[in-house]
């Protein structure tokens, strides 16, 4: 009976292989739960690694809140440019305050809006549809995770001198 014995340099490859094989797998086990997102900061061109903390856990309160892209300024011009004034509340002459809250995700995406105080007049839907619109934040961190954020938005709405004339003719 003839046995055949594998040669040294095929038992080494093989070992190799299969301590390759192992490797990678114990990396994508312990990188399953954590995912490295790179953000950029605003107007720089350098890059830092932000951890991304896989849950559903939604904060009010955060150590750096989301911010629209540009700052404040740009949220109300953005706000300024988008918004209509419905024709119900132009005849009714309705002014005042809607508030929108929705979650900025670790992506900046923004979700689950809802109207949470209203004025009538279909100016919450117009807050609203305009907040669904909105192009991504910069999303909020906790200990240096990014974070889902809960947000809450006011949107001012006054009628302008020309909009009550027309409205009262």
């Known amino acids: 009976m003839i046995i055949k014995t594998k040669s040294k340099k095929i038992q080494f490859l093989s070992i190799a292989i299969l301590f390759g094989l192992c490797g990678l797998i114990c990396t994508l086990i312990a990188c399953e739960k954590n995912i490295v997102q790179t953000n950029m900061d605003v107007g ?15 904060y009010s309160n955060v150590d750096e809140m989301p911010t629209f892209v540009g700052g404040d300024e740009a949220l109300l011009q953005y706000l300024g440019s988008k918004v209509k004034y419905t024709e119900e509340a132009k005849k009714a002459n309705i002014e ?8 900025v995700n670790q992506d900046g995406g923004v979700n689950n809006a809802t109207i949470l105080k209203d004025i009538g007049g279909g100016l919450g839907y117009e807050a609203l549809r305009i907040v669904r619109l909105m192009p991504n934040w910069i999303p909020g961190k906790e200990n240096g995770q990014l974070v889902r954020v809960n947000y809450k938005l006011p949107v001012r709405f006054k009628l302008s001198s020309e909009d009550t004339k027309s409205c009262n003719q």
């Open 44 to 58: 720089t061109k350098n890059a830092k690694a932000f951890q991304v903390v896989e849950n559903d856990q939604v």
């Open 96 to 103: 005042g305050l809607v508030v929108i809250e929705f979650i």
